[in-house]
């Protein structure tokens, strides 16, 4: 166990100094006006935000290495089959933005009826996670997930929302104001 945390902490410290705050983009790509991100570097974000999710969950449930070992090829199995099933239906939320205006409703039904089957497709997906995930861990375990898996996407939520704010006002000419310490003047 004490070796895969170790490898875990260098790999996150790794990360954080490879770019600002470890989870921004190159600042080219985050001004305003500046263009989006490249799959390469969305799929980069990906992997850092993977690493501290197991990281985390590591520490979270106190995972010995048996169960780790378990655990994070089965998620990750899991993680890949969601993120296909999501793509697409961005990619049909793109399509139904796009035919709106056209008033087609048979296109528009077409593209309902196919969201509707990729989302019970990714519901379908997370049961059978669940029902695995079950068969790794202690009640007590899958407890601690459920709660982990809400903070942590709203702690990346976060996390992303304000280094995207940080560099707006960077970018802008706008600093942030820091708050003084107890006792430090204005």
């Known amino acids: 166990m004490k070796k895969y945390l170790l490898t875990m902490l260098l790999s996150l410290s790794l ?36 690493m501290i ?32 099933v999501q793509h697409t239906i961005r990619k049909n939320m793109q399509e139904l933005k796009e035919n709106i205006e056209s008033k087609n ?9 196919n969201l509707e089957t990729y989302h019970g497709q990714l519901k379908e997906i997370e049961e059978r996670e669940w029902s695995d995930i079950k068969n790794v861990l202690t009640i007590e375990q899958q407890a601690k997930l459920v709660l982990f898996r809400m903070n942590f996407r709203r702690e990346i939520r976060d996390i992303i929302a304000k280094t995207q704010k940080r560099k707006a006002g960077r ?11 107890h006792g430090e003047p204005y």
Do not use: H
């Open 53 to 84: 999710k197991m990281w985390k969950l590591t520490q979270t449930l106190d995972l010995d290495d048996k169960t780790a070992a378990e655990l994070f090829p089965l998620m990750n199995k899991y993680d890949r089959e969601k993120a296909e």
């Open 105 to 113: 409703e048979r296109r528009l039904s077409s593209i309902m009826k």
């Open 171 to 181: 970018y802008s000419g706008v600093r942030e104001r820091r708050s003084p310490s």
């Open 15 to 50: 990360l954080f100094s490879m770019t600002d705050a470890g989870f921004c983009l190159s600042p080219e790509n985050n001004e305003p006006g500046g263009r989006p991100p490249t799959p390469e570097q969305r799929e980069e974000l990906r992997k850092r935000i993977e």
